[in-house]
Protein backbone atom coordinates (compact mmCIF):
# COMPACT_ATOMS: atom_id res chain seq x y z
CA UNK A 1 0.00 0.00 0.00
CA UNK A 2 1.34 3.59 -1.34
CA UNK A 3 1.92 5.71 1.67
CA UNK A 4 2.83 9.38 1.58
CA UNK A 5 3.42 11.63 4.79
CA UNK A 6 4.35 15.28 4.57
CA UNK A 7 6.13 17.44 7.33
CA UNK A 8 7.60 20.67 7.09
CA UNK A 9 4.71 23.08 7.20
CA UNK A 10 4.19 25.96 9.96
CA UNK A 11 4.05 29.96 10.64
CA UNK A 12 6.36 32.02 8.37
CA UNK A 13 6.93 35.66 7.64
CA UNK A 14 6.19 36.92 4.08
CA UNK A 15 10.10 36.59 2.48
CA UNK A 16 10.62 33.61 4.71
CA UNK A 17 11.79 30.23 4.08
CA UNK A 18 10.44 26.59 4.67
CA UNK A 19 11.28 22.85 3.03
CA UNK A 20 8.31 20.26 3.06
CA UNK A 21 9.14 16.62 2.97
CA UNK A 22 7.51 13.82 1.58
CA UNK A 23 8.38 10.71 2.88
CA UNK A 24 7.05 7.38 0.60
CA UNK A 25 6.54 3.90 1.06
CA UNK A 26 4.92 1.12 -0.59
CA UNK A 27 6.39 1.73 -4.16
CA UNK A 28 9.60 1.45 -6.19
CA UNK A 29 9.84 5.66 -5.52
CA UNK A 30 12.80 6.08 -8.25
CA UNK A 31 10.03 4.71 -10.93
CA UNK A 32 7.48 7.58 -10.79
CA UNK A 33 7.56 10.93 -10.72
CA UNK A 34 6.61 13.11 -7.66
CA UNK A 35 3.94 15.66 -7.29
CA UNK A 36 3.33 19.12 -4.97
CA UNK A 37 -0.67 20.21 -5.00
CA UNK A 38 -2.04 23.01 -2.44
CA UNK A 39 -5.58 24.29 -1.89
CA UNK A 40 -5.76 27.28 0.03
CA UNK A 41 -9.14 28.24 1.65
CA UNK A 42 -11.90 28.51 -0.56
CA UNK A 43 -10.46 27.94 -3.28
CA UNK A 44 -9.78 24.88 -5.73
CA UNK A 45 -6.46 22.08 -5.23
CA UNK A 46 -3.52 23.34 -7.36
CA UNK A 47 -0.82 21.74 -9.32
CA UNK A 48 2.40 23.32 -7.63
CA UNK A 49 5.52 21.60 -9.28
CA UNK A 50 6.86 17.87 -10.39
CA UNK A 51 9.77 16.42 -9.96
CA UNK A 52 10.17 13.80 -13.07
CA UNK A 53 12.30 10.53 -13.05
CA UNK A 54 14.73 11.62 -14.81
CA UNK A 55 15.69 14.81 -12.73
CA UNK A 56 13.25 17.37 -14.66
CA UNK A 57 11.37 19.74 -12.38
CA UNK A 58 8.05 21.88 -13.45
CA UNK A 59 6.42 24.49 -11.58
CA UNK A 60 3.61 26.70 -11.95
CA UNK A 61 4.21 30.41 -12.83
CA UNK A 62 3.59 31.58 -9.93
CA UNK A 63 6.02 29.91 -7.96
CA UNK A 64 8.68 30.05 -10.55
CA UNK A 65 12.52 31.09 -9.31
CA UNK A 66 10.95 30.60 -5.70
CA UNK A 67 10.10 27.09 -5.51
CA UNK A 68 12.53 24.34 -6.05
CA UNK A 69 11.30 20.64 -6.44
CA UNK A 70 14.16 18.05 -5.79
CA UNK A 71 14.04 14.13 -4.64
CA UNK A 72 16.55 11.61 -3.18
CA UNK A 73 15.92 7.89 -4.33
CA UNK A 74 17.99 6.90 -1.76
CA UNK A 75 15.65 8.25 0.61
CA UNK A 76 12.14 7.71 -0.90
CA UNK A 77 11.50 11.68 -0.51
CA UNK A 78 10.65 14.29 -2.59
CA UNK A 79 11.23 17.82 -1.08
CA UNK A 80 9.74 21.35 -1.91
CA UNK A 81 12.22 23.71 -0.66
CA UNK A 82 10.15 27.29 -0.98
CA UNK A 83 11.60 31.00 -0.65
CA UNK A 84 10.76 34.34 -0.50
CA UNK A 85 7.47 33.52 0.44
CA UNK A 86 3.93 35.54 -0.07
CA UNK A 87 0.75 35.25 2.07
CA UNK A 88 -0.62 34.26 -1.10
CA UNK A 89 1.12 31.00 -0.65
CA UNK A 90 -0.68 29.94 2.38
CA UNK A 91 -2.32 26.56 2.09
CA UNK A 92 -1.88 22.97 2.89
CA UNK A 93 0.26 21.23 0.41
CA UNK A 94 -0.19 18.00 -0.81
CA UNK A 95 2.70 15.80 -2.33
CA UNK A 96 0.89 13.38 -4.66
CA UNK A 97 1.89 10.19 -6.99
CA UNK A 98 0.29 8.61 -9.52
CA UNK A 99 0.96 4.74 -9.48
CA UNK A 100 -1.06 2.32 -12.21
CA UNK A 101 -4.66 4.31 -12.74
CA UNK A 102 -4.61 5.34 -8.97
CA UNK A 103 -3.75 8.57 -7.31
CA UNK A 104 -2.50 8.48 -3.91
CA UNK A 105 -2.48 11.79 -1.61
CA UNK A 106 -0.16 12.32 1.72
CA UNK A 107 -2.22 13.95 4.41
CA UNK A 108 -1.07 17.40 4.05
CA UNK A 109 0.63 19.97 5.17
CA UNK A 110 -0.20 23.86 6.73
CA UNK A 111 1.72 26.27 5.39
CA UNK A 112 0.78 30.05 6.27
CA UNK A 113 2.60 32.88 5.64
CA UNK A 114 1.71 35.87 7.89
CA UNK A 115 3.60 38.66 9.64
Known amino acids: QVQLVESGGGLVQPGGSLRLSCAASGMIFGSYAMHWYRQAPGKQREWVATAGTGGTTNYVSSVKGRFTVSRDNAKNTAYLQMSSLKPEDTAVYYC?????????WGQGTQVTVSS
Open 96 to 104: NVLVGLRDY
